[in-house]
Nanobody
Framework: QGQVVESGGGLVQAGGSHRLSCSASDHTFNNFGVGWFRQPPGKEREFVAAISWFGRNTYYADSVKGRFAISRDNAKKTVFLQMNDLRPEDTAVYFC?????????????????WGQGTQLTVSS
């Protein structure tokens, strides 16, 4: 598998919107499920959202359901995380990871190729 790289982190005001991207250099990325996870300061990594290989199935943590949307553009080998109505508690390092079966799911153990993460800070 090729490397996955997150981008788009930054500083956002509460109530605002922002988009993160997860890109890969290897075309096999299109066959994999992809997930977003985050690690808030002083806390453990947690699941955020995931999408199956063709985008048919998506999964969301309860804390982001209705505010975040995951999508993918396989032509660009990129998965997006659109985040709306951001809250200070969304502040975290956001990681993307690929999952080889293509089904995605929500368990971190399913994902075997992780990026380095990108920091998102939401100010109140």
């Amino acid at each position: 598998q090729g490397q996955v790289v997150e981008s788009g982190g930054g500083l956002v005001q509460a109530g605002g919107s922002h988009r993160l991207s997860c890109s890969a250099s290897d075309h096999t990325f299109n066959n994999f499920g992809v997930g977003w996870f985050r690690q808030p300061p002083g806390k453990e990594r947690e699941f955020v959202a995931a999408i199956s290989w063709f985008g048919r199935n998506t999964y969301y943590a309860d804390s982001v359901k209705g505010r975040f949307a995951i999508s993918r553009d396989n032509a660009k080998k990129t998965v997006f995380l659109q985040m709306n109505d951001l809250r200070p508690e969304d502040t975290a390092v956001y990681f993307c990871a690929s999952e080889p079966s293509g089904l995605a799911g929500t368990r971190p153990d399913n994902f075997d190729n992780w990026g380095q993460g990108t920091q998102l800070t939401v100010s109140s």
